[in-house]
Each structure stands twice: as C-alpha cells, then as structure tokens.
C-alpha cells in the first residue's frame, strides 16, 4: 500500500497543475477545512509516503519476529492499519491549511504512534509508552 501510495503521489507531484484546494463537504473557508496542495506540499507528501514505504519494509521483518510472541494472530493486521492512520496524520500535517486542522492531525499521528510504540520483544517498551503519555498530559 505504502509503494502505491508513493508512486501516486509521485505522479501527482510531476502531472498535476498546482495549486489546488479541496475543502471537505463542501463548506468554503472559514466554516470548512481546506487542504491545499501546491508544489511544497506534493513533494512533502511524496517524500513522506517514500519514507513510509522504506520504513515499512524494515517494520515488516521486525513485526514477524515480534507478533508472533505478543500479538494473537487473528490480529496481526493492526499494526500495519496503525501505521497508516500515522500516515494519514501527517499527511494532513502537510497539506492542512489552517492551526485548528494541524493540531488535529498531530493528534492522530501521535495517538497512532503510541500503540507502535508498544510493540516490542520485552516489557520494558509498555511501560516506557505508559509513563510517556501520562506525562505529556
């Protein structure tokens, strides 16, 4: 999914005019949210996804060795659904246009990325990840 999003998003960057705004169901600016996408925010976009595809390649070697002790395997497929929602977070971090929509979308990427976080061969990262969030509040 990650190369295909990439190879996209790479296709967009070379074939699209720039810019153009997509406000989410059909409410204009203020009410509404705008994504802009201009020339910065394709190549960040792409640059993103490039970095994800990598990352997941690595991730993919790690989580087989480690699912198969920690995780049931009915339920093997959710880190990878977590790492996506990590994407889309930052995703709406590059192409969001206004500070609401930004926080919002911090918001998404780091509370996908917690769970990430916890996945680990020993016990040590859980209580890392636990004591982390209490203390950022």
Known sequence: VNIALFIISFLGLIFSKFPKSYYFGGWEKPAGIEFKYDELSAFGVCLLYFISSLF???????????????????RRHIPYALLLLVEVGYSGLILTNDIFNLFVCLEIASLSTYPLLAIGKKRAPVNWNVKYRLYKG
């Open 56 to 74: 997941a390649v690595f991730y993919g070697k790690f989580l087989s060795d480690t699912l198969e002790k920690r995780v049931i395997y009915q």
